[in-house]
């Protein structure tokens, strides 16, 4: 059975990457999510960030309506990849509401799996994308350079077919145009309104309004005033002000051009509260 809001608003806020299905939901997963119609949210792509977590994603998307599943491995754990994981995760991208491989890419910052073992899986996770036609949704911490490498030699490969999110933006306003130029989107969240923000409010300075996709990464990086506690899609409310005051437009312009680019770079037809 589906489960979809009990009613529609003129909905204009997409979350593009929310994680739903972590533990922290545990105690009230449904009744968050049913909550977000009557406030603005009318889409939410939920992210597979480990192997049960692509599953769950899959199985969030296919319990309510408003919600879309992305399938893939986190760079902290790619050691559970193998031929037999990425052949699962290969059916998991072919159910009908899943709309990207991600999140995936690199992590420096723990070294939780060696910089070799987390950039063989990216590009293994990358070529996947293109086999399946979805965009990709990237993480990329402390590891820009390798990042950037690998993504130009996806681009070279596979041009237009190589597309995304690069999710949680944390680089320059410079490294940012580099992934405009390849078609890619920017990620945008709570990070705008923290006051140790300025370097994310540079690349939203710097990149075309129509280049950028809000999110969450719920239950992470709430937005001020609610810095450090469990994050909502609802929040989004906090970044859209920001983005506006940056960009010198309304509020209502940043979340309807936000809502196309998502609908966009996920292949969704434009239907609020669809």
């Known amino acids: 059975m589906h489960l979809t809001p009990g009613f529609l608003v003129k909905i ?3 979350d593009t990457h929310a994680h739903y299905d972590d533990e ?3 105690e009230d ?3 968050v999510l049913l909550s977000l119609a009557g406030k603005n949210v009318g889409r939410v792509v939920n992210i597979g960030a480990s192997f049960e977590g692509a599953i769950a994603s899959a199985e969030l998307a296919k319990k309510y309506d408003f919600v879309y599943a992305a ?18 995760i290969s059916a ?6 899943t709309v990207a491989i991600g999140e995936i890419g690199l992590d420096y910052h723990w070294l939780v799996e060696s910089r070799e073992t987390q950039k063989y899986w990216f590009e293994r996770q990358m070529e996947l994308a293109v086999e399946k036609d979805l965009p990709i949704i990237i993480h990329s911490r402390d590891a820009c350079e390798d990042t950037m490498e690998l993504m130009k030699k996806a681009h070279e490969k596979y041009g237009d077919k190589h597309k995304g999110i690069v999710h949680c933006f944390s680089y320059s306003a410079e490294i940012a145009k580099e992934y405009v ?11 705008a309104t923290f006051k140790n923000g300025k370097k994310l409010k540079e690349v939203i300075a710097a990149v075309p309004l129509e280049k950028i996709v809000l999110e969450t990464d719920c239950p992470y990086l709430a937005p001020e005033p609610f810095r450090g506690q469990r ?10 002000p920001v983005v506006a005051g940056i960009k010198g437009v309304t ?11 998502a609908c966009k770079v996920y292949g969704l037809a434009d239907q609020k509260g669809a």
């Open 12 to 14: 204009m806020i997409f």
């Open 24 to 26: 922290k939901y545990n």
């Open 29 to 31: 997963r449904e009744e």
């Open 71 to 88: 399938v893939g491995i986190h760079p902290d754990d790619v050691g559970v990849l193998n031929e037999d994981v990425m052949a699962r």
């Open 92 to 97: 998991l991208a072919d159910e009908e509401k």
């Open 181 to 191: 130029k390849m078609g890619f989107y920017i990620g945008v969240g709570g990070v």
């Open 231 to 240: 994050n909502s899609s609802d929040l989004i409310k906090y970044v859209v």
């Open 251 to 261: 509020e209502e312009e940043v979340e309807r051009i936000t809502w196309d680019n």
